[in-house]
């Protein structure tokens, strides 16, 4: 199987979250099933600012429903989607 590229974005429940306590602790949590690429932190409107998160991951491990379960369980993450996936060429 090869590898694919997701891209994670993960919206904190306020402006007032910890983005660099969240993103800590999500990094943690990505590399224990996957290897994260790339982190970046965007401006979504009034101040609200989201994480995204680049990792590469083995797709014969399956689908991302575990991994965004778990992400969802951390402190101040309000939601988390997948917003792009490809494969890794190479």
């Not at 790339?38 to 399956?62: H, N, P």
Request: proline share 1%; aromatic share 6%.
């Amino acid at each position: 199987m090869a590898d694919v590229i997701i891209t994670f974005k993960i919206m904190p429940e306020d402006v007032d979250v910890d983005l660099k306590r969240v993103e800590k602790e999500v990094e943690i949590l990505l590399n224990k099933y996957s290897k994260v690429g790339r982190i970046e932190v965007e401006e979504v409107a009034f101040g609200l600012k989201c994480i995204k998160f680049m990792v590469i991951y083995d797709e014969s491990k399956g689908d991302t429903e575990f991994l965004e379960d778990n992400i969802r369980n951390v402190e101040g993450v309000n939601s988390v989607e997948v917003t792009d996936v490809r494969r890794a060429i190479g």
